[in-house]
Structure formats: structure tokens, C-alpha cells
């Protein structure tokens, strides 16, 4: 994904000696001097505040701080030497930088209790106004939730039904109910018993399906439709999604965060990707789709095709054919089904034929009677 910046904002590192908050620019504490440590960590302000001051854009722009390896002294990324004790940086330790310290907090902070007397203290405050005791194991004031109305449904716990019964013992009761059916109707299937018949009747149908060029609606991008075709609406929709920016493209990006650039500020960032739109349109084409049958049908053993005439525009498709036979027998009519007609010239009327048959009535399997 793109990154797109918002801009950056001023982080804040706690002193080790009197849990004061310090701006992340400060190199000493604001209350009891105590330089920063080479192992400080920044942390996000309650409400963070895009920084507009050029010269502070500049320093959160110019990389990781340097800590002097000879006194530890905190210096600026482009500075060549301690400005403490003049010793050559080259040697000296970069912060870590790249670390996401959460969501950006751009809604205003509500204001911070002090924990020894009380008092409500602006959300940038370093300590408490009133007595001075340190704020950093405050919590912000909280605004207490309406309690939910009596006679409210309660939700149920996870995975139970309305009933009091689980959800997942309900899904294997459903499971083995379906179970058990279909191995009621396969072992039914398979029951078959064998009743002799005798042929009465054979009728046979022969079917050619007719095709004809005919105007079809469809929807497609704008350069995949048939050249042919008449175009009719068309609407602009997201083809793709990609991380570059393009012309014309949606910006779609994420929830602005926080990344700590080792400077004492943090650089507000947004993962984004960009919506490629094109035109879907509706089109119509012809094509060729099944429109009329040409039948016949007869009960001798000369079956034949339907004579076809076709007109412009119209073909063949397809065909197709069926043969039945027609038994009589003691324990009804019965009827069978043979799809090659030299195996329906077997069955003359008169012939006698053993029929197994299901629990459904329906023949499976014929054989001739000895």
C-alpha cells in the first residue's frame, strides 16, 4: 500500500527522576533539569496537534536523533559533533525510528485527574497545576455510560440458541437427521424384487432442438464487448484496486497512525489505495440460442427424424431420443426406458421379460424370461 503523510506532531518522554511529561524536543526535564536519558522512549501525547512550526518540520524530517558516545548528550540527526562536549558523532548510537505507536489522536483529550488532590488538568499538562505532583499514573476523566434500560433482551452467551440448547448440538442434530435420510433413500434405492412381465406396447420419440440467432442482453467493461454488439447504458465502477495514485482514481485510505521517527516527533501516516474506475455498460448481441423443436414420435420399430425446413438465420442443435417399453404384469403396468434402438428391437410385443424393480416402482435392470 501508499503511505500518505499527514504531517507530525510532537511525541513526550517521561523524566526518570520526577515522572514529569517532557515535549519530545526537550533535551533536559522542564521541572528538575535531568537530562534525557540515551534510552528514553517517546510516547504519544493524549491529543496530538499537526506541528506547523517550520523549524520543528525540519528536525522531524531530518531523521533519528544521535546520543554522543562519550557523554550521552541527546543531538540533532545532522549534527556533526556533541554539542555538549564536542566530541565527533560519527561514532555515536542513532535512535530507533519505524516503530507504530498507535491510532493518531486527533480528538480533543478530556482533561486528566490528578491523582494525589484532584484537580482536573489540561490534557498537555506536565503536572498537576494545583499541587505539582506528577500526572503520568493518571487516567483521563471518563464519562460515565447511560445504564442500560431494565427489560432489555439479554444477549445470549456465545454459541447458545434462543432455546437454552447449544448452537453446536443443534447443527449435529440437523447433521444426523439429514444423515439418516439419505441413508433411508439409499438403502430403499437399492431394494429391488423381480416380477415377470410381458411386453404390450413400445413407443419411441425422437427430438431436434432448432437454434436461431436471437438478441441477447449482457453486462461487460466498455472494451470487452463484442464489436458487434449495441451498447446501451453504461456506469462508471471500481475494475481494480492498486497502491499506486492514477488519474482519476478514488483515494481510498486507512485510519491515520502514528510512527515514531526517533527525533522526538512521530510522522502521521495513512496506508491508502486507489480505486481504478471504467465503464460497465449493457450491451446486446446476437446469439444463437434454442428456440423451436422439431418432434416425432411412433410405437413400431421403425423410428425415424423429424423433417426439418429451416429458415434464415436458423441450424441444428441437437438431438435426441427415447425409447419406451410398456409392461404388463400381475402386479400392474410398468414402464422402461432403453436409450439404443438395436436394444428396443429386442422387446416385441409378447416377449416376456423379468423386471427388477424398486420400493419407487421404477424398473432398473430387464432380462429375458427362460
Known sequence: MAKKSLGYVELEWICPNCDTRNPGSRRVCINCGTPQPDDVEFHQPAQE?????????????????????????????????????????????????????????????????????????????????????????????????????????????????????????????????????????????????????????????????????????????????????????CSPQVRRTQDNPAPNAREICGTPYTVDTGSGFGEVVQDCQYQIYDDYCDYTVQEWRPIDEAEIQGNDFSPRWPALSLAAGQREAGRDETYRVHFRTEEGNFTYTVRDPTAFSRFQSGTRWILEVNTFNNVTAVTPAN
Open 49 to 233: 496537534i499537526i506541528i506547523e512550526d517550520e523549524k520543528k518540520i525540519e528536525q522531524a524530517k531530518s531523521g533519528p536523533d544521535i546520543h554522543c558516545y562519550y557523554c550521552g548528550a541527546r543531538n540533532s540527526a545532522t549534527a556533526e559533533t556533541c554539542s555538549q562536549c564536542g566530541a565527533d558523532l560519527s561514532e555515536g548510537a542513532r535512535r530507533d525510528a519505524g516503530e507504530i505507536l498507535g491510532a493518531h489522536r486527533d480528538k480533543k483529550a478530556p482533561p486528566i485527574i490528578c491523582p494525589a488532590c484532584g484537580t482536573p488538568n489540561a490534557p498537555t499538562a506536565p503536572n498537576c497545576v494545583q499541587c505539582g505532583n506528577s500526572l503520568t499514573t493518571a487516567k483521563p476523566e471518563v464519562t460515565p455510560k447511560p445504564i442500560t434500560q431494565t427489560g432489555q433482551p439479554i444477549p445470549l452467551p456465545e454459541n447458545q440458541s434462543s432455546g437454552g440448547i447449544p448452537a453446536r448440538m443443534v447443527l449435529i442434530g440437523v447433521a444426523l437427521a439429514a444423515f439418516i435420510c439419505v441413508a433411508a433413500f439409499i438403502f430403499l434405492s437399492g431394494r429391488t424384487e423381480e416380477i415377470t412381465g410381458t411386453v404390450n406396447n413400445v413407443t419411441w420419440t425422437r427430438t431436434i432442438v432448432i437454434e436461431g440467432l436471437v438478441p441477447v442482453e449482457r453486462e461487460a467493461w466498455r472494451n470487452n464487448i463484442p464489436a458487434e454488439a449495441i451498447i446501451g447504458a
